[in-house]
Each structure stands twice: as structure tokens, then as C-alpha cells.
């Protein structure tokens, strides 16, 4: 026992910003103090925050200071650690102008999470087995096991509610009992999906990097269920910390006979193996990440056959998202009760989204399903930086749409989210202000999934270039209202034609800011003008003489040294020459620049 | 078996002679062929048609269908890369707050496109699809350092680390 724990968080977006050094200053440091009895440094996994990185939180007391330097840590240690005073100037601080202290259970950030699949990250050191099993680790597979039946185990995933948290909701139980014929005859596997491929979704990456154990105990625990002896993790090769440490955790788990063969002294057997993605994000597919794995081409195939019949090599396999699997334990200790009684009428449980883009905190949070988007937000996330107006937020990623500020009180499920044109996808929640212009969003994605398009089919392969060439068209300036009939009409046909979810969603993105943000359409094509001024070809810049005081900072930063003028006299932009990259407003000191 | 050649790299073995016994270590594995390119590429910096035909012999498959896999997967290049691989994040989060931006800045920088290699070698540079580091917006990654937070200003700063 230590009287106190430095936790430094060591998820990819801290360790990224010099935390594993901090981690070892302190060690130093502490050591040089004298406190190494007293004091016990922890590198634990993503404290959700990840905006205000690098993050270290000083247990019991909770204290949670961010923007950590290495330089800082010697201060940290003679005043927090040694006479009990907080630094004040390092502590996390959500709202600037109040200046109040507070511990990391009471701060916004926190205070509205419930956390369930997040219960352990940032709780617990990840390397360490020991600290997971001292918080109920291995103990729902041990019930599993020893005192339920398969079908029992089956029935208690089933009777949660709980549903794929990777897109589209399946629920995931009867996923486990379309695949729990037979057993004991036939060979199955289990696959987790940690292909997360949608941009500005990473709650997968720090489950995997900040509790690896509950992965690998959920997949026995479905191993079980449906009768298979083998699993595979198919995880980014973009995710290096979390592929350390799943490693670490599998060989872990392995000398502790967790996994291997007659686990808890039973006759059930699992092994565990990683594979490596190799960036393809149509291999978030079930079908496509299968033939993955079974190192091909990772194309989709049509279903049925569907993998619970004839998945991987042929034969009957379940697959599940990491934050899906991060539930089960939980359920199984807790029983299914525990579970339905948390979220919304169909939609059980908590979703964990990655909040970003323009937010004050942006990271990862875990709410209750039905949770309204203003409390994820306005409370939690803090609200928009630079007193700017709340646009619209994003989720799905690119087979997803967005959801406008007119409806910021809508209460996010599965089901909400799929009647107002988009879906809850992996948890990716971007959120946007009045400086997005939506047309472009709506092009960033379709640039997405025409690259990332497999080329298997033809209405995905061939309608998505098109309907990107539709909008590309409109930003340029050259749309006309017939084209905002044709990009409906193309939509539905990819829509209703594609093999797999890729295509058949690869519209959404563009029908949605349709729906929502029509008149922005409408101005781009009839006025030739971009409302956020994004769309480069409809930009103009000039600058206002009165302001400029001629210190030339724009024209040395030009690169098409498009501006022209003699110092401390007003310079003017020559608009044939200007590529229009914007980089003279931001050098700009007197505001002088303006593009409209 | 001594015979060194220039294309030997540790313990006096060829990078031929290394990715034949890593297959070999894992023949009784299922589904090889992605993970031996990505240990052909791990040796070879990326994957000339030598290592993909060296592949596709040892695990007995025709060579269009090892060409098919190293074409299909982004992380595979069948060309040279630079000393110095910069990857500019355009995931949603880094869009939104201007990495594209920060993607124009250093190929105007470096002078090449994206997906381009610099003629000295120095940095090949290329967009990639998030790296999960959302929080410090926008980003990019050089080799395996993360630089977050970017405004331009400090990219210059940044690439004179590497040479």
C-alpha cells in the first residue's frame, strides 16, 4: 500500500506528447525526495481528456492537473507530494475565469459520464494483470464458466439489449445465438473488430490501450457461449501502443492459464491471436475483415451466407466491436437488470463517443444512451471555443450525418439518430461551428469513401466518384439546382444498390447536410458565395486600406506573392494571381484581411 | 552460407534469407500472406516486386494475387519511401480545425506532392486517415513522432530535426 498514486496517462494522444519521460521524471524525482516507500507512479491508460494533454492525476485525493511539462514535475513533487499543497497553476482547470479547484469526480468533464466500457481506463495500470483482476477481472469469465451454461450466457447478453457499438446496433446477443448451434461438432471463431477506421472515432484505441483485459475476457466469455476454441483480434496497425499493449495482456493472461487450454479447471479451451490491419477502412466490414484476416484482398461478399452460418474460413464466427466486448463483463457479473436499466427504451447501456473538432474538451466521453447532445456538448464538452455559434455536430463518420443545432435537444440512440438521417456508428461526435461550411463536410466525406471504396461493385466504386464530381462542381462554383436533384437521385440508387455498408451508406454524409443545410446549398449554386467562407474557388480576399498599416507581414507570407504595396503604405491583393490559401489573414495583426 | 552481400542488414543474413525464415517460423499459421508483406515491407522499406515474388513463391501462390494484396492495402508502397515518412492527418477532427492546410503548407514547403518523395530523400509525404489523436488536432506524424496542435508556424522548426 502507498499513501499516494501518480497516475501519468499514457494513452497514444499523451504518450504522443512526452508522457512516458514524465512518468520516469517522476520516478526520479520522487526517488530524490525520499518518498519512494510513500509514493507510487502508475502509467495508466487514457484519462478521456486528451485535449489538455499530457495528463497526470495524483490519487487518492483524485487532484488532476493537465499541460504537464517535464519540467514542471519537480515542482509537482516537492509541493503536491511532499507538503500536501496543489500547484494551482497546473491543475485542470475547465472554466479559466472562475479559477476553482476542483478533483477529477467533480469537474463537468466528469460529473455526467457513467462509466461501464471506460470503467477501468485510466483506473488501472494496463500492463498489469494483478490491477485488473483486483477490480473484478477474469471473474465474469470464471462465472461464465463454472456456474452458467452457455445458453444461459447467451440469454443474459440477450435479455440486456445490449447492441454493436461499432455502427449499426445489431443486438448483440442474438448475434451469439444465430452462431450457438452446434456446438462441440463444428469449428468457430470469435473476431474483435479494433479495425476502427472512422475518422474522429478512438474509444476502441483506449479501451485496448487502457484495459486490454476486459477485450480478451469478453471474447472467452462469447468463446464460451457459442462454443469456439479460437479468436482473433484485427486491430490497426495505426494503434501501435494498443497492439503493445493486447500483446502484453494476451501473454498475460496466457501464463496465468486464463487462456489456453481446460481455463478455470473446466473443459472449455480459447486461444487468442492478434492480426494486424493494414489500412483498408472497408475491412471494418464483417465480411471484408474476415477475408482480411484470411490474408487476402479485403473485399465484402454478400449475405447470407451470413458469418454466423459461414464466416471465417468457412466456418461460423461472431464478430464484435472492442466497446461492444468491453459491456460483457459487466452484464455478466452484474446480470442483465443491472444493464437495461440504464439508457433509453431500446437503446440499453452507455455509449462512449470521441468528442473533437470545435469543442473547448475534447476526448472521450461515456454517457447513458438518451443523453441530449446539448448536455454532451454544452455541459460536458464544455461548449465552442472563441464564443462562436454551435453549427451542427457529426456523428457516424462517413456513413453517418449530422445532426443541426435545431436539434441539439434530441436525446441520441440508435434510433433517433437513424430518424433524423444519421446513425450512432463507432461514437465519433465532431462538432462544428458557423466557420464549417457544410457543403464541404459533405465533399470531405465522399473524398473518404471514394478512396476507401474496395472497387468490388460498381454503383459504390463508380457512383461515389460521381456523385463527389456533383459536388465538387457546386464548391467550384459552377452547380446548378437540376445538380442537387441529380446528387438525390444517385444517392438513393448507391444507396439501394452497393454490396456492403460502405456503399449502401456512402451517400449519408451528403443526403443529410442536404436535408438540414439545403439553403447553403442553394447559395453556393445560385450566388456563387460560400456562407463559411471555406470553398476556396468562391473566396475573394481584399484588404481594407483604412486598416492596414502597410507592414508587409502578408506580403512576405504569400506564396504566390500575389500582394503587392511599398512598407507602411496600404497593400492590395491582385485576386488573378491570389491561389486563395488564406495565409495572409492569419499574419495579419490589424484584422485587415477579410474574405468573403 | 557466409557469403556477405551489400543488401546483407544483421546478423550477416539478407533480407531475402530473414523473410524466408520468418515465414518459415510461421508456416502454421493461417491466412500468411498479409503478415508476410508487412514483414517484407518491415525489412525492405517498402515492397519491391523481388520481395512480393520471394512471397509469393514461399507460400505457393501466384504472384498477381501477392501483387493484388500489397496494391489493395494503403499501408503497403511499391515504391521507395524517404528517409523521413511525414503523414498529415485528415481525419475529421484535424479537417475541421485545418489540416489540410497544414497538408498545403509542406508540400509547398518541400516542394513535392503529396504522396511524393523529396529528391534527396530526405521526407516523402503523404496524407493518412486518423491517427486517433483527435484531442490535439490538427496533427501530423513523422516517422513515429506525433506533432499536434499545429498552427504552420512551427512546422519548419519541426523538419529541421530530421535529416
Known sequence: ?596 | MNKQSPECCGGGETKEQQLLAWIQAHREEKGLALPALQKAQELYGYLPVEAQRIVARALDKPLTEIYGIATFYSQFSLVPKGRNCISVCLGTACYVKGGGRIYELLQQKLGIAGGGCTEDGRFSLDACRCLGCCGMAPVIMINDDVYGNLTGDELDAILSKYE
Open chain 1, 1 to 596: 500500500m502507498y499513501r499516494s498514486y501518480v497516475m501519468v496517462c499514457s494513452g497514444q494522444t499523451c504518450g504522443n506528447t512526452l508522457s512516458d519521460r514524465i512518468a520516469e521524471e517522476f520516478e526520479v524525482q520522487i526517488k530524490l525526495a525520499g518518498l519512494r516507500q510513500e509514493v507510487q507512479v502508475l502509467r495508466g491508460g487514457c484519462l478521456g481528456i486528451c485535449g489538455s494533454g499530457p495528463n497526470v492525476a495524483v490519487f487518492p485525493e483524485g487532484t488532476l492537473y493537465s499541460h504537464v511539462k517535464l519540467e514542471d514535475v519537480a515542482e509537482l513533487v516537492a509541493e503536491h507530494l511532499l507538503k500536501g499543497k496543489k500547484v494551482n497553476r497546473l491543475l485542470y482547470d475547465e472554466n479559466e475565469a472562475t479559477n476553482t479547484v476542483r478533483s477529477l469526480s467533480e469537474t463537468a468533464f466528469y460529473k455526467k459520464q457513467m462509466r461501464v466500457a471506460l470503467r477501468n481506463c485510466g483506473v488501472i495500470n494496463p500492463r498489469s494483470i494483478e490491477e485488473y483482476i483486483a477490480r473484478d477481472g477474469y471473474a465474469a469469465l470464471e462465472k461464465a464458466l463454472t456456474r452458467m451454461t452457455p445458453d444461459e450466457v447467451v440469454e443474459t447478453v440477450l435479455a440486456s439489449g445490449l447492441r454493436g457499438r461499432g455502427g449499426a446496433g445489431f443486438p448483440t446477443g442474438l448475434k451469439w445465438k444465430f452462431a450457438s448451434g452446434n456446438r462441440g461438432n463444428v469449428q468457430k471463431y470469435v473476431c474483435c473488430n479494433a479495425d476502427e477506421g472512422d475518422p474522429g472515432a478512438f474509444m476502441d484505441r483506449s479501451v485496448l490501450e487502457g484495459d486490454p483485459h476486459t477485450v480478451i475476457e469478453a471474447m472467452a466469455v462469447a468463446a464460451y457461449a457459442i462454443g469456439a476454441d479460437t479468436g482473433y483480434v484485427y486491430v490497426r496497425a495505426e494503434y501501435p501502443v494498443a497492439v503493445k499493449h493486447l500483446t502484453l495482456a494476451i501473454e498475460q493472461a496466457k501464463s496465468a492459464g486464463l487462456l489456453g487450454k481446460n481455463i478455470f479447471g473446466t473443459d472449455f479451451s480459447f486461444n487468442l491471436h492478434i492480426k494486424l490491419g493494414a489500412g483498408a477502412f472497408v475491412c471494418g466490414e464483417e465480411t471484408a475483415l474476415m477475408t482480411s484476416i484470411e490474408g487476402k484482398r479485403g473485399e465484402p461478399h454478400p449475405r447470407p451466407p451470413f458469418p454466423a452460418v459461414k464466416g471465417l474460413f468457412e466456418s461460423p464466427t461472431i464478430l464484435n466491436n472492442v466497446e461492444t466486448l468491453a459491456n460483457i463483463c459487466p452484464i455478466i457479473l452484474n446480470g442483465a437488470e443491472w444493464f437495461s436499466a440504464m439508457g433509453s427504451e431500446k437503446s440499453k447501456g452507455t455509449k462512449v463517443f470521441a468528442l473533437g473538432g470545435k469543442i473547448k474538451n475534447t476526448g472521450l466521453v461515456e454517457v447513458p444512451m438518451g443523453t441530449t447532445l446539448r448536455e454532451i456538448v454544452e455541459e460536458i464538452g464544455g461548449g465552442i471555443p472563441n464564443g462562436k455559434a454551435f453549427k451542427a455536430a457529426q456523428t457516424g463518420g462517413p456513413s453517418g450525418g449530422c445532426i443541426p443545432a435545431s436539434l441539439i435537444d434530441i436525446p441520441i440512440d440508435y434510433d433517433n439518430l437513424l430518424s433524423i438521417g444519421t446513425m450512432m456508428g463507432s461514437g465519433g461526435l465532431i462538432v462544428m461551428d458557423e466557420d464549417t461550411c457544410m457543403v464541404d463536410i459533405a465533399k470531405f466525406f465522399l473524398e473518404f469513401t471514394v478512396e476507401e471504396s474496395c472497387g468490388k461493385c460498381t454503383p459504390c466504386r463508380v457512383g461515389t466518384k460521381r456523385l463527389l464530381e456533383l459536388l465538387n462542381k457546386i464548391t467550384d462554383g459552377r452547380g446548378t439546382m437540376e445538380d442537387l436533384d441529380r446528387i438525390e437521385e444517385l444517392a438513393a440508387f448507391i444507396k439501394s444498390n452497393s454490396l456492403c455498408g460502405l456503399g449502401q451508406t456512402a451517400p449519408n454524409p451528403v443526403l443529410s447536410t442536404l436535408r438540414y443545410f439545403r439553403d447553403e446549398y442553394v447559395e453556393h449554386i445560385v450566388h456563387r458565395h460560400c456562407p463559411a467562407g471555406v470553398c476556396r474557388e468562391l473566396l475573394q480576399y481584399t484588404i481594407d486600406p483604412v486598416k492596414c498599416h502597410g507592414c508587409t507581414a502578408c506580403a512576405r507570407a504569400c506564396p504566390a506573392h500575389a500582394i503587392v504595396g511599398s512598407p507602411k503604405n496600404p497593400h492590395t491583393i491582385d485576386t488573378a494571381k491570389c491561389i486563395k490559401c488564406g495565409g495572409c489573414i492569419e499574419k495579419c495583426r490589424f484584422d485587415a484581411i477579410s474574405r468573403h
